[in-house]
Nanobody, 118 residues
Framework: QVQLVESGGGLVQPGGSLRLSCVAS???????????MEWYRQAPGKQRELVAR???????DYADSVKGRFTISRDNAKKTVYLQMNNLGPEDTAVYYC?????????WGQGTQVTVSS
């Protein structure tokens, strides 16, 4: 049962940009519009960390480590959340996931790998 599908990751050089997408489907799609949505990331051996959050009304918050470089947005008609990532550095290398706020266990997807390396 796929609820959230992340895409858009890849290999980029330091200073590069990527735009990640998260599409909601199935049961979550019926309640998507009333939930805040979040992007997380997890590097091997490290705890999953919150990267950005966007409220149902479009208010955004960011982790200090990405503030000024990343932009979260949502298109409720498409039931999609985006993460525009600029000026990427090696510290941004991780698998990126999206979920509702607070996270719902069964909605975790496969994530999308972002690798920043020269």
């Amino acid at each position: 049962q796929v609820q959230l599908v992340e895409s858009g990751g890849g290999l980029v050089q330091p200073g590069g940009s990527l735009r990640l997408s998260c599409v909601a489907s199935g049961s979550i799609s019926s309640i998507y519009a009333i939930h805040a949505m979040e992007w997380y990331r997890q590097a091997p051996g490290k705890q999953r960390e919150l990267v950005a959050r966007i409220s149902s009304g479009g208010m955004a918050d960011y982790a200090d480590s990405v503030k000024g470089r990343f932009t979260i947005s949502r298109d409720n008609a498409k039931k999609t959340v985006y993460l525009q990532m600029n000026n990427l550095g090696p510290e941004d290398t991780a698998v990126y996931y999206c979920n509702a706020h607070p996270p719902i266990s069964r909605y975790w997807g496969q994530g999308t790998q972002v690798t920043v390396s020269s």
